[in-house]
Each structure stands twice: as C-alpha cells, then as structure tokens.
C-alpha cells in the first residue's frame, strides 16, 4: 500500500521523500546554467514548513536566473564584438567600412527597439560606455572565492544599478566617478548599518579593480569613501579588546561564559559534534568554516593545515597551526578509521552542488541553538545579532594569548590575520617572514581553557 504525498504549492515538488524548490529557467539561459530547471532540497517532508521557508530559496534562483540573463544580453555581446572589430580595423577606409555598418545596424535597433537603445548600443559598440555588469561573471570566474561571496558581490552590483536607474546616475563602467561613488555610499549609509557599506564598497573596490587592470577604467572610485564614518568597520589587528558592553559589539566570551560552553553536558550527537567544534575552535582560533573544511590529511604530527586548498578568507588564512595538547583525544577519536581525504567533521550534511552556502552553515546554526539553551546571549534592544557567536572563541583566543604575553605578530600568524595594520606592520609583519614553530607552538599552548569548576 502506498501512501498519498499531499499536494505542494507553487515552486515545490516531492523528490526522494522530501520537498524541494523547482524553478524553470528561461530558454536563453539554459545552457550557460547549465540545466532547464534550478532545484534546491529544503531537507524537509512537512509542505507547511517547506512553504515557510521556500520563499529564501525561490528568490535566491531568481537572482541566479537574473544575473545570467544580463551576463547573456544578447545586444550587449553584439555590442562588444563591434568594440573588439573597431579596435582591430585598420585605420583608413578599412576603418570608415566598420562605422559605416555600425551605422547601419543602429538605424536597424532604432526602429525594432527604440532610439534609447540604439544610443546605449553604439556607446558600448565605439567604447565610450561599458554596462557595469558586462564583465562581471568574467572577474567571479577567475577570483578564487567562494560561492556565498560571489553571490554576494552579483547582489552588490544589481542594487548599484538599481540604485543608478532610478536616480538617474551613470550605469556605466567609465562614468562612476568618485563622487557619484560617494552618493551610492551615501545613501547606503541611510539604510543600513555602517558595516554592511562596509562590505558593499569592498566588493565593488574588487571588481574595480579587476576593470582597472583591464584597461576599462583608470581609478576605483571605491576606495576611502567610508573615511570619517565614526562607525566604519575597520580591518582588527591581532590585539582585540575585551567587553561585556551590550553597546560594545561583537566581543569575547568571558571565562564564566567559557566555562559553561566547554563543560557543558551534550544531549545527543549533534550536541557532542557542537561540543568538539567549541574545543578546537577555543584552542585553536580558527574559523568555523575553516575547521568545518579540515580534512584528515589536514590534521597530522601536531599540526593543523588550515586552508590548505588555498580558498581561505584572506591570504593569511593558508597556515599551519599547532594542534593543542587540549585537542588530541578529539582529534584522533575524530581522524580514526577514516581515509585521508575525508573531513575531519564528516558529520554536517553536504551542502547540494548548486549551493552558495558553506559547509560550516549547519554546525552554526546548531551552535546557535546550544549556546543559546545554556542562557548565553547579548542583544541590545532592537539588535538582530548576539555580541557573542562561534567567532566569539577567536576572539578568546586572542585574549587569552594576548595576556599570556604572546607578540601580536605571532598571534596574528597563528590566526591567519593581516599584519600590515599591526605596528611595524611593514618590519615585523614581511621582512622577517611568518613567525617560527616554536613561536607558533608556545603560542598556542598559553592559551588555557578555564577550570571546569570555580
């Protein structure tokens, strides 16, 4: 006897006993996505929760569906190809030929499509305008990082160029000055918190530069447009500040808060997998996402090799980093029996191969809910995210080798920050190269986690 799977809303369909997001994807597009439909499980068999959460999911392969359309703009490929044979004309009659057709195939666009795009054509065509996004899927193919962060940067751009249509500013590569720059960032500043401007000028600062080396543009209008902002999040050194402040922000765990996550009793085994991440990431100041990413290979003769397959946030992230005395029996529990190329936390479900979220997202989430069942959270009125999270261990960790007396050099070459805002950034972050294994070692062992008992 078989049973009836109930009817699913708009968007949905049964796929292995669980529910999953459907979206078509439009004929002009399908072969550069590489599929006629975008699918994504939502690990569920309840159509009431899969229509709660859906709507994330739904939006998210739209935008996907949306960036390819403009990567594919059938006119602005055209366009270019013209650029590339101008370019590549002769000077002389050879030359006047190509104007001559040019002209011509815009007399064409202006009576099928109207004089505004015919216009938009022949600027991109002769080089004086280039679409912002025309090249953007270019630079996400060839900058190394992850899928979440490219999304994020595709976000990026369209709420530029939404920004730029309704005001009327330059949608342009060549004509985003620095002032109209500042405007965008502006405005940004009036809806949303300094750290996420932030983020966004860092990403377009990156595309910039990526059109600059190109030879599209001659500056990154981007860059210095947050100086004098008071809140502006700037890049923390090695030496962090403790607080317990609810208006301080993001902060350490105290030793009490410490002391309850470490010893904390597991109800089960995503609680004893939560447990193991606390350990290593208060005795080691790694990234979730970097521990979630360790493979067994990772993990051998005392050692962690930490984004070693070189995708790390930042290029300080590929490190070597010493394994605590701390963190041996969980390690070698966690390393037995497996082969070298399996992951060190083999227990997190892996992510569907069109995912743009990390493998570390549910051992956060799971996180999330331990930490706050033991009672420990800091939220001002109002505040959406807690003071304190998984990073919350780096920043112990930090503090913790910091008032052991560890250089903040040393410390920054064991967590895998930048040196050059450090003093002496320059002297003792290049010249003398990352700091010793003895260093790295001693290090690492000052950083004790507190009694289990007071």
Known sequence: MTTRKARLGQYLEWHNGSIRVTVPVPKPVQERLGTTRLKRSLKTDSPANAERIKHAIIHELKARIVNAERAT????????????????????RAREA???????R??????????????EFVAVATGEATPIDTLLESYLAT????????????????IYQEWAERNREPTTMEQVTRKVAGRFVSDLLTRMAPQSAVT???FLGGYWRFLEGKGYVSEVPWTGQLKGVKQAQKRRSAVMEATTSTTGGKRPYTDEEARALLYAVPEGPVDQRTLDLVWIGALSGMRLDEICSLRVRDCADGWFNVSADGTGKTDAATRRVPMHPGLTAIVAKRVAGKKQGDYLIHDLPEP?????????????????????????????????????????????FIRKAK???????????????????????????????RASDKALTECV??????AASV
């Not at 051992?363 to 009672?375: C, E, I, M, P, V």
């Open 98 to 104: 190509m104007e001559w057709l040019l002209h011509d």
């Open 143 to 158: 900058c190394g990082l992850k899928p979440r962060t490219q999304d994020g940067i595709r976000r990026c751009v369209r």
């Open 200 to 202: 966004y000028t860092k």
């Open 352 to 396: 569907p191969k069109d995912s743009v979220r990390e493998r570390s997202m549910p051992a956060s989430k799971a996180y999330t809910r331990f930490r706050r069942r033991l009672g420990i959270d800091e939220r001002a009125e109002g505040q959406r995210q807690s003071n304190v999270d998984f990073h919350s261990w780096r920043r112990w």
């Open 106 to 119: 815009a007399e064409e666009l202006e009576q099928k499509r109207g004089l505004t795009v015919a216009r």
């Open 403 to 433: 008032d052991a007396g560890c250089e903040p050099w040393t410390i920054a070459d064991v967590v895998g920050h930048s040196t050059d805002d450090l003093p002496l950034g320059l002297t003792m972050g290049r010249y003398p190269g």
């Open 445 to 450: 062992h000052s950083v004790a986690p507190p």
């Open 73 to 92: 703009d059938g006119l602005t490929g055209e366009a270019m190809d013209w650029r590339q044979s101008l370019v590549a004309s002769d000077p002389g």
